[in-house]
């Protein structure tokens, strides 16, 4: 069982999620003496006592409009385990920031309105974080104090989030974040409940990490040549073992090497898994670069592949346009074949202009997943994660629409000045 | 917590530290003397072993940074055969801008602010690498690992990059650079687990023993500069405390505190009730003040 659990949160706004957040840093006493006076001075506008909310909100909008606009990572530890929990905004406006903390997180925590159930907002998101990797979800019912902790509500909600994800593990929780029922204190005002508190789910709910265990895989950041007789391929692995002596492929060539050293500052190693950041050296002596990746079984690198995206920017996606992909620490120029807007999460064609290494995202979310950036603003537009290669005549599939413009706006310019004017037009109506 | 989390840190830090090294053009590391600094020194020199440290070392230098500070970051960079930057912005120094004279807001506008961005400018540097923790203070709780500035260095919260699986961006538009954050994910007690763990030399003033101090409600302020007025009925008394978080002399309080070694630290943190950065008098000089002073382009 791991010692470190990665959370995400997800709910409406109105749902009393910032106030959930609060409880639970209060009640495991992870909020400093001095903040939470800053915080009870600032709730007396509240009539009723401490604005636990208050202790999450960092951005001085939020605390303005009363919402949660970006992702806020908090960092607590119980006896049993430490918590990273990425407190998410319930907006749609902000789905892509959800999408983001989802794509770490081993459990998503939901939340209700025991007035209201599950909101359609938190349904989504519960889908994208599926969708995202995320196995096991916990569904907190609040504001139970106000349907006078009452059970039949509470069935009713956890009975539609059953329906929501089929095939997850669930748990559901009544609780009352403002009250702290079943936070971290079982509640006495709800006996008909005999499940675990929030809390003791948080800490005993057993995740699959398959890290370690999955096929040996190393993106190479950076060779290392302090000296000519030492070449090192600096990188973190992120998923399995190595050992000096195993067999990799360097993908996407295909060759294949033998391990010589795992070098670290600590001196060599062994053995070394993931998720550790080590330098190997080959006993081939072979043309490895940065954006190449080590690995034990076949990766693919058909230049055409499916995938879901998540749509990041306010400009919706252009098919056809060139979009920089960022695949582990290969970068290579991308097209999609599909339009998308703005928090739109959908699956597409991409087509990349050379071969990069990749695996799908069901086998790993490491090797599985990229981005898109927009080379004419640099902005992250897309969180994309691999459905299966598309096979097929490399040279006739790989052939990106933009670049085959380009060459024959090139080629049929009867000067170098025609071509250079004509190749401009072309890549500002793209960009 | 075990010395697994600890080690599965320091990998992601490290990766971080190589990303930078690899995409940016020219990066610099803001070398502040405290104990985040030192961490990501020693996990600088971790990345790129066998290798040396890939750039240079910035000290933004306001002057009024406690005298142990300085001594302990010459002798650093002279172990480490670094290259060290030390900027200072001597035009405010020569106008006479100290925290009383001036405020503490305007104070550190010039000599932290401004100096850092002039130094940036100067290098020129595409990229600082500095130890700021999410943990820290709510603002920075929302900050990403690798975050954009404009061109005037400042910060908008609005117009931060996604970082879906830490996938780190670090393309950059005309005139705007980059802070790079490989902490984010730490927290103080990690700090000085780590710190324990590698057997990281840090400045004497985290370690308790008596000090000349005012005593100022909560806070001990350790009288180095001489323009630090004694209010009415105040003198100065012999007490023993230690430095939490190391700024300017005349800002930042210590604390009561026996603890004067590395594990008793840790056992004190794991008891403590307040936060790092309470005595940092200039995170409360308004509402959201370390928001304001990022956005203006305050680390």
């Known amino acids: 069982m791991p010692d470190l659990l990665r959370l995400c949160t997800a709910g409406h706004v109105d749902d009393g999620k910032s106030t959930l957040i609060g409880r639970l840093l209060y009640d495991t006493r992870s909020v400093p003496d001095d903040q939470l006076a800053a915080v009870r001075r600032a709730s007396e506008r509240h009539a009723d006592g401490i604005d636990l909310s208050l202790l ?48 770490t997180a081993d ?19 519960a889908r994208i974080a599926r969708r995202m990797g995320v196995s096991a979800f916990v569904l907190a019912v609040n504001k139970m104090d106000l349907v006078g902790f009452d059970e039949a509500p509470f069935r009713q909600i956890a009975a539609s989030f059953a329906e929501l994800l089929p095939d997850a593990q669930r748990i559901a929780i009544p609780v009352s974040a403002r009250l702290g029922d079943n936070v971290a204190t079982p509640s006495t005002r709800m006996p008909w409940f005999t499940g675990a508190t929030l809390l003791e789910v948080m800490e005993s709910i057993h995740v699959e990490t398959a890290a370690a265990t999955a096929p040996f895989r190393m993106a190479v950041q950076l060779v290392v040549r302090p000296a000519p007789d030492f070449r090192g391929y600096a990188g973190q692995i992120t998923s399995g073992v190595v050992r000096p002596g195993d067999r990799v492929t360097v993908w996407p060539a295909g060759r294949e090497a033998r391990v010589a050293r795992i070098v670290t500052a600590d001196g060599d190693r062994a053995e070394a898994q993931a998720p550790m950041s080590v330098t190997l ?25 499916a995938a879901t995206l998540v749509w990041m920017d306010e400009q919706p996606a252009v098919p056809g346009r060139p979009y920089l992909l960022k695949a582990g620490t290969g970068r290579v120029l991308a097209e999609i074949d599909r339009s998308l807007a703005l928090n739109e999460v959908a699956d597409a064609g991409v087509t990349v202009a050379r071969r990069v290494a990749y695996d799908s995202y069901a086998d790993s979310r ?66 | 917590m075990s010395l697994d989390h600890l080690r599965s840190l320091e990998a992601s830090s490290i990766h971080v530290l190589r990303e930078v090294a690899a995409e940016c053009a020219r990066p610099v590391m803001l070398y502040s003397i405290g104990k985040d600094s030192s961490v990501l020194l020693r996990l600088a020199q971790k990345a790129f072993y066998p290798g040396p440290i890939p750039f240079p070392l910035l000290h933004v230098d306001t002057s009024y940074k406690f005298r142990e500070m300085i001594a302990y970051r010459d002798q650093v960079a002279a172990s480490l055969g670094v290259r060290l ?80 699986w830490g996938a780190a961006n670090t393309r950059l538009g005309a005139g705007e650079s980059l802070r790079v954050f490989p902490l984010s994910d730490w927290t103080e007690l990690d700090v000085w687990r780590y710190i324990e763990a590698e057997g990281i030399p840090v400045v004497p003033l985290y370690f308790a023993r008596e000090r000349e101090v005012i005593v100022r409600g909560d806070a001990l302020i350790v ?77």
């Open chain 1, 56 to 103: 999450t909100d960092g951005l001085r909008a939020e605390r303005e409009q009363g919402i949660t606009i970006d992702v806020a990572y908090r960092y607590f530890s119980t006896a049993r385990r430490t918590f990273i929990l990425a407190d998410t905004p319930g907006h749609e406006q902000y789905t892509r920031n959800m999408a983001t903390a989802a794509s």
């Open chain 1, 107 to 125: 459990v998503l925590l939901l939340l209700a309105d025991a007035r209201h159930g599950v909101r359609d907002q938190t349904r989504h998101h």
């Open chain 1, 281 to 305: 050296t080959l006993f081939e002596d072979l043309d490895i670069g940065r954006g190449d990746v080590l690995a034990s079984t076949p990766m693919h690198s058909d230049p055409r592949f």
């Open chain 1, 366 to 431: 490491h090797t599985g997943s990229f981005i898109l950036i927009d080379p004419a603003t640099q902005f992250t537009v897309a969180a994309g994660m691999v459905n299966h290669p598309i096979q097929g005549d490399a040279s006739a599939t790989s052939r990106m629409a933009v670049a085959e413009r380009l060459t024959r706006v090139a080629r049929e310019a009867h000067t170098d000045t025609q071509a250079v004017e004509a190749v401009c037009r072309v890549l500002e109506e793209v960009l």
């Open chain 2, 85 to 164: 930057i030390v900027h200072t912005n001597h035009d405010a120094l020569q106008q006479g801008v100290q925290p009383f004279a001036v405020g503490t807001q305007r104070c550190c506008g010039l000599l932290k602010t401004r100096a850092l961005l002039d130094a940036l400018a100067a290098g020129p540097f595409d990229a600082a690498i500095g130890g700021a923790r999410r943990d820290e203070e709510r603002s920075r709780a929302k900050e990403r690992v690798f975050s954009v500035r404009d061109r005037h260095g400042q910060w908008d919260p609005k117009r931060q990059r996604p970082e879906p």
């Open chain 2, 223 to 299: 009288i180095e500069q001489p323009f630090v007025p004694l209010r009415a009925g105040e003198r100065t008394q012999r007490v023993c405390c230690r430095m939490r978080s190391l700024g300017c002399s005349p800002c930042t309080g210590a604390i009561r505190s026996t603890a004067s070694s590395v594990s008793a630290i840790i056992a004190e943190l794991q008891a403590a009730r307040s936060s790092e950065r309470q005595l940092r008098l200039i995170d409360h000089d308004e509402d959201g003040s370390m928001e304001q002073k990022k956005r203006e382009g305050y680390f």
